[in-house]
T-cell receptor, first 116, second 115 residues
């Protein structure tokens, strides 16, 4: 069975600080997808990134960056120079290969509070 | 981009009544739709997976007679909470996936309050 663990339940930072969110996953599949979503107070999930299990390249998108380490089954997310608008709950998720219907298993989420 | 809508965005109902939530894919054909439930300050938990034209597959612990899912067309799935009770109060989110795609697109969610 697949499992996603986000050990940090809440992180509080001051604006302009960097913040790194940890995500550790478990799966027996060799082909899988990893995701990060942002859930602002409005509740709507905002897609941030998808990474497949064969692509270990790190990625940067503006102030966001992701570090995928297959050896440690981790897919960490860093927000550089955080802003108040980054305050939200962030979820890491895992999806097995297509045969499983692409069910998403979510981690428990990390609440990020960025103070001005 | 792919858009998924949900209706209503929020609903308050009395205990014992039934409430229907709609999930629509607006600009693509969704062969598979997923229904999630999220309690306050908790994560999303998958309730069921529905494929167009067939019965939904429910996750362990989800009562299929209480949470009726219908996916009668490629753009619409409905979740009916039957005989709702206060413990069913939650945030219900649907997502939709097109055939041969790995990406799911999420709806904005429906907040259900049962009094």
């Amino acid at each position: 069975a697949q499992k996603v663990t986000q050990a940090q339940t809440e992180i509080s930072v001051v604006e302009k600080e960097d913040v790194t969110l940890d995500c550790v996953y478990e799966t027996r599949d060799t082909t899988y997808y990893l995701f990060w979503y942002k859930q602002p107070p409005s509740g709507e999930l905002v897609f941030l990134i998808r990474r497949n299990s064969f692509d270990e390249q790190n990625e940067i998108s503006g102030r966001y960056s992701w570090n995928f380490q297959k050896s440690t089954s981790s897919f960490n997310f860093t927000i550089t120079a955080s802003q108040v608008v980054d305050s939200a709950v962030y979820f890491c998720a895992l999806s097995e290969a297509w045969a499983a219907g692409n069910k998403l298993t979510f981690g428990g989420g990390t609440r990020v509070l960025v103070k001005p | 981009g792919a858009v998924v809508s949900q209706h209503p965005s929020w609903v308050i109902c009395k205990s014992g009544t039934s409430v229907k939530i709609e999930c629509r894919s607006l600009d693509f054909q969704a062969t598979t739709m997923f229904w999630y439930r999220q309690f306050p300050k908790q994560s999303l938990m998958l309730m069921a997976t529905s494929n167009e034209g067939s019965k939904a597959t429910y996750e362990q612990g989800v009562e299929k007679d209480k949470f009726l899912i219908n996916h009668a067309s490629l753009t619409l799935s409905t979740l009916t909470v039957t005989s709702a009770h206060p413990e069913d109060s939650s945030f219900y989110i649907c997502s939709a996936r097109a055939r041969a795609a790995s990406e799911q697109y999420f709806g904005p969610g429906t907040r259900l309050t049962v009094t």
